[in-house]
Each structure stands twice: as structure tokens, then as C-alpha cells.
């Protein structure tokens, strides 16, 4: 079993797709083609996780946050990204790195958060542009049921909580074929005039080759009119951090030690207490103040997130509470839930892997401390 045929359940867990630009996901170090012997999932790479995976037999570490973040123009270990690379790079250890492709998705960090906390009807903070396209194509009558379902089967028409949409109008198309054409209705140097559909679906833009195929297998006609636009529509479904409601309303303080003890904070550093209960709380695990004004928007009681800087806090402007949970606090429970998704999946779905040992590092990265 190699360490390559773990990508797609990895992608499925986090696709590369839902990655912010910045960021750097994926497989970071190592040789994909190397067998693979065991899965370390942790949320620093560092050297001493990579010394947990030598004594462990892994050589794979499934990080949350990638340990290379930006390029590097030499390796000599002299610091500690340096030093882990060169570790793992010794030791045969791939690391594969999933960040924000995971904060993005509907299931992962903030969902996690949420639940935590046991917040209910929840959905994404701040939607993800520029993610939808388009097509729009265009066939006869007998080839529109064929040709519309393989395009739902390559994963357009989903909106939200729908599946298999798409519109439909009827038209005149007209052609005339040259010397080298062999059209499906009609002969060369005749104008044909025919009936058609229009079929319109969207997509996300990573699935826009596959999309592409499923158009070219199942058309009919020799060449095939098609466009694709880039649409400016958020995707509900996929973005960062969330928002929802706790069952039952909270004073500000109370709320607040709960917080503490649910995600098991050092401190909390927060903006002016509100008088006013907390029911609805937005969430945004790692750093989040760019997302402040999304929560405020929200009619957020309360914004919980880390990284705050002095200025941030006025931003509150006593219509919310802001609180800076730390960084690695917001993310706590992230590695669990990556672990338990690898059982679960290489249970159910992919027993091959079976043999594979799939182990939750007991290092602690969190380079933050408390008196």
C-alpha cells in the first residue's frame, strides 16, 4: 500500500481545492511512492512529532498546520521548521499538511468548534468567492436526459441542500457543416435548422475537468457549443468559520468560563462584557479578526477566535463580545477528529487500509504557555 493511494481519502477529508491561495496543503515532504507503514496525525509537525513517528513506525504525518509554510532557500537546521524537514526527509517520512483545505469545509475546524460547544443550527461564517462556474450547453431533444445526468454525476447541479439542478429552455439551433465536417443531423453545405435544449448547471471549479469529460463522452454532436462562466454567487456551503446557537441563553461571564472549560483555555482575553444574553456565537478557529465585521453583520453575541491584536477590540463596539480564545485552544480538537475519520473511513470504505495503524500523537505543540 502506498502513501499516494491515502490521497483521496485525505482529499475527501480536506479537498486541496478548499485551500485558501496562501496557504500551503497537501503532500509537503516526502516520496508518495513509498509503502506506507503507519499514519501519525498531529497538529505541529515538528521535530519532536517526527521523533513520535520514528519510534512509532509511521511514515506519515497527517499535520493540520504545515510546517512549510513558505519556501525555503537552504536546509541546514537552524531552526525549527529546518530542522523537522530534515528529520523526516532522513527517515523516509512523508507529511502531509490539510489547514485550510479542513478550516474551510462544512465538517471540519469550526464545525468542531461548534460542536464543542455544542452549538445548533449552525452554518458558514464567511461564505467562499469566487468558487462557482457555470456551464452552458446545448443538444437535441434525445440526447438531453443522457447528457444532463452525466453531468450530475460528475458532481454539477448541487446547490446547497439540493442535488441534479439545473435549467432548461428550448430554442432553435442552426450549423452548416464544411468539406471536413460529419454532422449528427443533416449533410455538409446544408443549413439545418433544429430543435435544441439548453441546459444550464453550476459547479464547483475544481471539478471543471471532469465536468469537461462528462460533456465530450455523452454529447452527441461532433463539436460541441459550450460555455463556462465564473460566477461571483458565495458558496454557502464551504468557508471560513461558523455560526449558531447555544440551546439555552448565557450571561456574558458564565458563557465565557464555559468557553474556558469546554476548549480548555489558559485564559481568555475578551472585549467589554454586553448586558445582553448570549444565544447566537460566531466562531473562527485560528486567527480571525478579518472576520469580525462578518460576525457583527451576523447579529453575533459573541465572536470566538484567537490572535487578536489591541486595536481589534474596539471593533466590538460593545454590539458584541470579541474573545481571543488562543490559537492552538480554537483548533484543539481538530487532530481527533481527523483521526477518527481515517478509522472510519478505512473501515467502511477502504479495508484495503486496514492493516494500516492510524495513531493520535500525544505531543503537545502549542508553543503558548501560561503562569
Known sequence: ?????????????????????????????????????????CHDALEAVIDEAIAKECNLVVCFHPILFSGLKKITGKNYVERAVLKAIKNDIAIYAVHTALDNHPNGVNKIFCDALGLINTKVLVPKQNFIQKLVTYTIPENEV??????????????????????????????????????????????????????????????????????????????????????????????????????????????????KEKMQCGNIRHSQLVEKPIKKVAVLGGSGSFAIKNAILANADVFLTADLKYHNYYEA??????????????????????????KEKITNFAPAFSIVKIVLSEENTNPVKYL
Open 1 to 41: 500500500m502506498k502513501v499516494k493511494e491515502l490521497f483521496p481519502i485525505l482529499e475527501e477529508l480536506a479537498p486541496l481545492a478548499y485551500a485558501e491561495e496562501f496557504d500551503n496543503v497537501g503532500l509537503l515532504v516526502g516520496n508518495q511512492e513509498q509503502e506506507l507503514t503507519g499514519i501519525l496525525v
Open 146 to 259: 443522457q447528457l444532463r445526468n452525466a453531468l450530475f454525476n460528475a458532481g454539477a447541479g448541487k446547490i446547497g441542500n439540493y442535488e441534479n439542478c439545473s435549467f432548461n429552455s428550448q430554442g432553435i439551433g442552426t450549423y452548416m457543416g464544411n468539406e471536413n465536417s460529419n454532422p449528427e443531423i443533416g449533410e455538409r453545405f446544408e443549413f439545418i435548422e433544429a430543435k435544441e435544449i439548453k441546459i444550464e448547471v453550476t459547479f464547483e471549479k475544481q471539478l471543471q475537468s471532469k465536468i469537461l469529460k462528462a460533456l465530450f463522452s455523452n454529447h452527441v454532436y461532433e463539436e460541441i457549443a459550450y460555455e463556462i462562466y465564473h460566477m461571483q454567487n458565495e458558496h454557502q456551503n464551504i468557508g471560513l468559520g461558523m455560526i449558531g446557537e447555544l440551546e439555552t441563553a448565557m450571561n456574558a461571564k458564565d458563557f465565557l468560563h464555559f468557553v
Open 317 to 342: 463596539e460593545n454590539q458584541l463580545v470579541l474573545a481571543d480564545i488562543g490559537h492552538f485552544e480554537s483548533e484543539r480538537y481538530t487532530k481527533n477528529y481527523i483521526v477518527d475519520f481515517l
